[in-house]
């Protein structure tokens, strides 16, 4: 069995690109600082076009889109290459589309009344978004008790501080976060900066371990 995509690392970098050529030399630097997992948002015009170049220039990446709304979206990004979609929320079409793709998802949810919904249609890993803002830890804590088979990626509000308080909960699997991509070194192309960060995060793997 493939592993789950919440195991492959304890950080999903969420990228937004403005320019397709930034898209290979950002993937080698996040793939080169141990965070092989890259969520391309469909936020902008060349998402598709950066992830397809992801897809067929750096092959040890795992690149999957986010930002997935509809099912043209979930057609396309496959398409392109993407080996896993990320949606901010869920409905049955979208979730139809997501599941007929083949490739794993990851439904967004901030309520309990959405993570029972998944859990009745069989789904058991999913997002939790915005995280800090539905409710951070203290919400995740919250539907452990209850709800033990969901399992989370907390995006939205996330970064180096408060990342392993999200990573020692159990029924969270990895956290979804920009800090390693700061704009204005997305901006200079300063691709080992990035890697530095990326390398930084990864290792929160190390201090999960140990808490």
Known sequence: MAP??????????????????????????LVA???????????????????????????????????????DQVTETVAAGARFLVSPGWTDVLLAAMRASGVPFLPGVSTTSEVVALLERGVTEMKFFPAEAAGGTAYLKSLAGPLPQARFCPTGGIGPENAPEYLSLPNVGCVG??????ADA????????????????????????QV
């Open 4 to 29: 789950s995509l919440l195991d492959l690392a304890p950080v999903v970098p969420v990228v937004v690109l403005e320019d397709a050529s930034d898209a290979v030399p950002l993937a080698r630097a």
């Open 33 to 71: 600082g141990g965070l092989p997992a890259i969520e391309v948002t469909l936020r902008t015009p060349v998402a598709l076009d950066a992830i397809r170049a992801i897809a067929g220039e750096v092959p040890e990446a795992v690149v999957g889109a986010g930002t997935v709304i509809t099912p």
């Open 177 to 182: 976060g920009t800090w390693m991509l700061p």
């Open 186 to 209: 997305i901006a200079a192309r300063d691709w080992g900066r990035v890697e530095t960060l990326a390398r930084e995060a990864a290792g929160l793997k190390t201090l999960r371990a």
